[in-house]
């Protein structure tokens, strides 16, 4: 049934990613059983994106572009072999997976997922209350997410639940690669590490997918990648599937377009849109992480600057109050007449880019769509202009925009670039425009532990349906599941909830249990 996955170049099927590098050169893969060490002359892939990338600096901290997350200089140990050549076994004997390091990392990695338990109250205790019941036995989950020691509890929850998991990740730079290691020295087949080729991803992906005596029956995705590679590559593969939890607005976005097509052959779930997850993840989460990517990959100072938002759905409503309450003047870019009557009334001024874009002194964008800053806008930004993405899709800033002969690269730190104009002019772009609060700092455990327990919850109802439940459409997360995911997390915080009377649950027509709201309830 198999080939040697490990000599197979998998590219992208034709989609389009989501959010990995666009301009990748695919490279064919070594022998996997010699180790062949990089020549003396191989310049980092970073490097070879234009001939007019220069580094500023030599030490650590500039070169390497793909440190951790949390900027502790743990996801890299300074072994420059790609982790495809290498050979590697975890202390089982197991090799079912493609790390940076397992060796050198997993036990730094392990401790990171320890921190993350004790700050992610639901995740832990949906495991908790369902690990007897093992609601997912038999599940054959391929995941394919962002790789941080957050979703490692995500991860390991399901393998405690009884599920069968291959995971991916859904992002080049997000991955920590000492969690990555630590999964794979539990025993999880995972195949990814920080700063994969475009190549890398998609055989990463594969390896997933098209394992052998594994046929995956369930799918997590974030950004809809794993969904359609399957799709397009295992056709037959994928009408086995019984249903797919997605969690970002991108993917959710390619779902409803092939439901649209009539090619949505199995039953999938949207979390993005779930109460829980839009309101914790994209809005009180989004509210926090920006200004720490900020602060952490620039050193700025808030107060005073100018603040182009462009989008005010729930990650730009939290990244527009999160600038303002540090002292930012902010504006705000919208499509949508409701949300700019919203942001009016919120107190923002809401523009056209064009209006602001030569005066402002940070760009971010969060709207989920493509060629929202194009090069004509970072033509006209001032000197210093800073330039983020917060949406999914690294599509936002048409960086393929700035690889011209005429600009020069220079990288100043990881994840930083100075984008030189001939006259001297630059700007800052961060994390080559790809998620900036994943790329650039870190994200709160404790809103990742909601949204996980949203995912958790949605892959327990889609594969334990009974037959008819669910046809091949994308649903929201049933009502009652949210409010499961909130009463979870209530006692971190003392909370008590006030219980109806028969009286009044009758007089209101609800049931005491819940659901408290209909579909139709905007919170």
Not at 207 to 223: F, T
Not at 420 to 444: M, Q
Request: with cysteine; proline share 5%.
């Amino acid at each position: 049934m198999m080939n040697n996955l490990a000599d197979t170049v998998v590219v992208d099927p034709g989609f389009g990613g989501g959010d990995k590098q666009q301009q990748a050169a695919a490279t064919q893969p070594q022998d996997p059983s010699v180790v062949v060490p990089p020549p003396a002359t191989k310049q980092s892939s970073a490097l070879k994106k234009t001939s007019r990338y220069r580094s500023r600096s030599l030490s650590a901290s500039s070169t390497d572009s793909f440190s951790s997350a949390s900027y502790t200089g743990s996801s890299e140990d300074g072994d420059d072999v790609p982790p495809r050549e290498k050979v590697q076994k975890n202390s089982k004997g197991s090799s079912d997976f493609c790390v940076r390091n397992i060796t050198a990392q997993h036990a730094f990695g392990r401790r990171e997922i320890e921190i993350a338990e004790q700050e992610m109250p639901g995740i832990m205790a949906l495991r908790k209350r369902a690990a007897e019941d093992k609601p997912l036995k038999d599940a054959k989950i391929v995941g394919c997410t962002h790789i941080n020691a957050q979703t490692a509890v995500l991860i390991e929850t399901l393998a405690e639940l009884g599920a069968s998991v291959r995971w991916a990740a859904c992002n080049i730079y997000s991955t920590q690669n000492e969690v990555a290691a630590a999964l794979a020295e539990s025993g999880i087949p995972i195949f990814a590490w920080r700063g994969e080729t475009e190549e890398d991803f998609w055989w990463c992906i594969d390896r997933c997918v098209n394992a052998e005596n594994w046929q995956p029956n369930m799918i997590l995705d974030d950004g809809g990648d794993a969904t359609h590679l399957m799709l397009k590559k295992y056709p037959t593969m994928f009408k086995l599937v019984k249903g797919i939890v997605e969690e970002s607005v991108t993917g959710v976005h390619r779902l409803y377009q092939l439901s649209k097509a009539g090619k949505l052959t199995v039953p999938a779930m949207n979390v993005n849109d779930s109460v829980t997850k839009t309101k914790f993840d994209n809005l009180y989460s989004c509210k926090e992480s920006i200004l720490d990517s900020l602060k952490r990959s620039t050193d700025v100072m808030f107060g005073g600057k100018q603040v182009v938002v462009c989008g005010y759905g729930d990650v730009g409503k939290g990244c527009a109050q999160a600038l303002k309450g540090q002292g930012c003047i902010v504006y705000i870019t919208e499509i949508d007449p409701i949300c700019a009557l919203q942001a009016s009334m919120d107190g923002f001024r809401v523009v056209k880019l064009n209006e602001v874009i030569r005066n402002v002194d940070i760009v971010v964008t969060a709207t989920g769509n493509k060629n929202v800053v194009v090069r004509e806008h970072m033509d006209k930004m001032k000197s210093g202009c800073i330039i983020c993405n917060m949406g999914h899709s690294n599509t936002e800033i048409d960086v393929n925009g700035l690889r011209t002969p005429d600009l020069t690269w220079e990288k100043v730190r990881s994840q930083v670039d100075h984008i030189i104009w001939p006259e001297g002019k630059y700007i800052i772009l961060l994390a080559e425009g790809r998620l900036v609060n994943l790329s650039c700092s870190s994200i709160p455990s404790f809103a990742v532990s909601i949204t996980s327990a949203t995912q958790a919850l949605a892959l327990i109802e889609l594969f334990n349906a009974p037959p008819g439940r669910y046809k091949s459409d994308v649903y929201l997360l049933p009502k009652k599941m949210d409010e499961y995911v909130a009463s979870l997390h209530l006692p971190t915080f003392d909370a008590h909830l006030t219980e109806l009377s028969d009286e009044q649950a009758k007089y209101m027509g609800l049931n005491k249990a819940g659901p408290f709201k209909p579909n139709y309830y905007r919170y």
